[in-house]
T-cell receptor, first 112, second 112 residues
Framework: DTEVTQTPKHLVMGMTNKKSLKCEQHMGHRAMYWYKQKAKKPPELMFVYSYEKLSINESVPSRFSPECPNSSLLNLHLHALQPEDSALYLC???????????FGPGTRLLVL | EDQVTQSPEALRLQEGESSSLNCSYTVSGLRGLFWYRQDPGKGPEFLFT???AGEEKEKERLKATLTKKESFLHITAPKPEDSATYLCAVQGSSGNTGKLIFGQGTTLQVKP
């Protein structure tokens, strides 16, 4: 089983809202990732967690705040987003941070 | 600097018309080359991981090959359900472990 689940599937939020995206995997993977994908572009890496510690932050604005409560869960907290942050947000996981990454279905975010 | 270039950007085939997608890469120490399939609005679906030149992997109508400079995704007798965007990504041994460098993708349309 190579399933990564993400909730919600769709999210609409105003620029003053606070919301969270959730990602879960039960494959025993120890690396988890957040990506942002705009239309007709490849995924862009945002954050990497390895063994529940943040190992990569690709200079993402502070209005995006990741959290890894345990080895199976990854959250992305959103606050004061801009319309240009509207995108498909993808979570991925891998056995370690040098192994094949498996992606979830994504959360489609619209910021009004 | 690690770089991935995919060609062509778009490809239209008739059902049953075999073809190949190209992924050229420049990387300092290849850890792995990855092929994904992505349907519109969904997360990338893992297809293959290749680690060293000369390696080949097959799955149904797809076959991936790897040389020191490029990878090919061969599609034999494609069907309309093979229509999707195919993404190639590499992970190098220098820089941040866990970071995938993606190409821009090849959008394949197979007409019945």
């Amino acid at each position: 089983d190579t399933e990564v689940t993400q909730t919600p599937k769709h999210l609409v939020m105003g620029m003053t809202n606070k919301k969270s995206l959730k990602c879960e995997q039960h494959m025993g993977h120890r690396a988890m990732y957040w990506y942002k994908q705009k239309a007709k572009k490849p995924p862009e890496l945002m954050f990497v967690y390895s063994y529940e510690k943040l190992s990569i932050n690709e200079s993402v604005p502070s209005r995006f705040s990741p959290e890894c409560p345990n080895s199976s869960l990854l959250n992305l907290h959103l606050h004061a987003l801009q319309p240009e942050d509207s995108a498909l947000y993808l979570c991925a996981s891998s056995l370690t941070d040098s192994e094949t990454q498996y992606f979830g279905p994504g959360t489609r975010l619209l910021v009004l | 600097e690690d770089q991935v270039t995919q060609s062509p950007e778009a490809l239209r085939l008739q059902e049953g018309e075999s073809s190949s997608l190209n992924c050229s890469y420049t990387v300092s120490g290849l850890r792995g080359l990855f092929w994904y399939r992505q349907d519109p609005g969904k997360g990338p679906e893992f297809l293959f991981t290749l680690y060293s030149a000369g390696e080949e992997k097959e799955k149904e109508r797809l076959k991936a090959t790897l040389t020191k400079k490029e990878s090919f995704l061969h599609i034999t007798a494609p069907k309309p359900e093979d229509s999707a965007t195919y993404l190639c990504a590499v992970q190098g041994s220098s820089g941040n472990t866990g970071k995938l460098i993606f190409g821009q993708g090849t959008t394949l349309q197979v007409k019945p």
